[in-house]
């Protein structure tokens, strides 16, 4: 891993930006995930690529939370090939189930050296992408199965060290509402346009080295179901690829196996320009993840162009 620690819980690297993690797809989202599994392998005495439970079963650092927030200056779809960054990633403790990690991803020289709460929270760099992950131990509970996962923590794992987070920044409580409501919002705004689409598991493409539905094509899947809309609504690829996403936030719920045909309801308030976007979605009947994007545009036609 190249990067350097800062303290017990801060780890910094500045990274080159390569084809296999930029683009309009989930390549830079995988990019993060492997930043938040190295940071926690490199600050708390466990093997994240490689943990095993009491009983020797594998355990896997898995998403549960994930949100970007990105500003029109510096977001995710605007990297492209040679860009360089500088990434700081702090960990924050929750016990021997969880890790809350932070990254801060700036330019090179662009002052990523700093995670504090009270900074990251305000979002305020426009220049920069905040990145906050709450991941949880959990292993299969039948063998070959990627339904009903549970919680397992790998021997060794070492977070007393870490600090706690402030309350009033925990996590819980907004993935709790999602998790309940079935969106991030506060309040749904009035006026929806919904589209319902079927989406297969392919086996292809969709799952990672262990055979689980990858964290990021969650964020994959979520973005061909947009997609959906966006042609149903008549408008462009070209507009859709121009697309700035300033916030998404994304609850993963559970997991599903290959070929599994899953439901997707994509909700949408707001007129070209300026929109928000609400994805549920569901494995037979059960909800696995929930996502809410606020997206822009950059100029130019929105419709038809």
Request: charged fraction near 25%; proline fraction near 5%; glycine fraction near 8%.
């Amino acid at each position: 891993m190249n990067a350097t620690r800062l303290d017990e819980s801060t780890v910094t690297r500045t990274a080159l930006v390569t084809p296999g993690m930029c683009g309009p797809n989930s390549l830079f989202a995988g990019q993060l995930g492997d930043w938040t599994w190295e940071t926690v392998t490199a600050l708390c005495d466990v093997n994240a690529f490689d943990a095993r439970n009491e009983d020797g079963s594998p355990t896997y650092l898995s998403f549960y939370y994930f949100r970007i927030k990105a500003g029109r200056d510096m977001h995710v779809n605007g990297l492209t090939f040679g860009d360089r960054l500088d990434v700081t990633s702090r960990l924050f403790g929750f016990g021997s189930e969880s890790i809350l990690a932070l990254h801060k991803v700036s330019p090179v020289g662009g002052g990523a050296l700093a995670v504090e709460p009270e900074e990251f929270y305000r979002f305020d760099d426009p220049k920069a992408v905040y990145v906050e992950n709450f991941n949880r131990w959990i292993t299969r509970s039948a063998p070959g199965s990627n339904e009903g996962l549970v919680k397992s923590s790998p021997v060794g794992f070492r977070h007393d060290h870490l600090p706690r987070l402030p309350d009033a920044y925990s996590p819980r409580r907004v993935y709790n509402h999602a998790r309940s409501r079935l969106t991030f919002l506060d309040a749904v705004p009035p006026d929806r346009e919904r589209l319902s689409v079927d989406y297969r598991v392919d086996a292809s493409r969709d799952l990672n080295g262990v055979g689980l539905l990858y964290f990021a094509s969650y964020f994959s899947i979520t973005d061909w179901a947009l997609l959906q809309l966006w042609r149903e609504r008549g408008r462009s690829t070209e507009s859709y690829l121009r697309r700035v996403v300033l916030d998404q936030q994304l609850c993963y719920l559970g997991n599903a196996d290959a070929d599994a045909v899953l439901r997707i309801d994509v909700d949408a308030w707001g007129s070209p320009g300026d929109e928000l976007f609400n994805v549920v979605i569901k494995n037979h009947g059960r909800t696995i993840a929930v996502s809410t994007l606020h997206v822009v545009s950059t100029g130019g036609s929105h419709d038809g162009a």
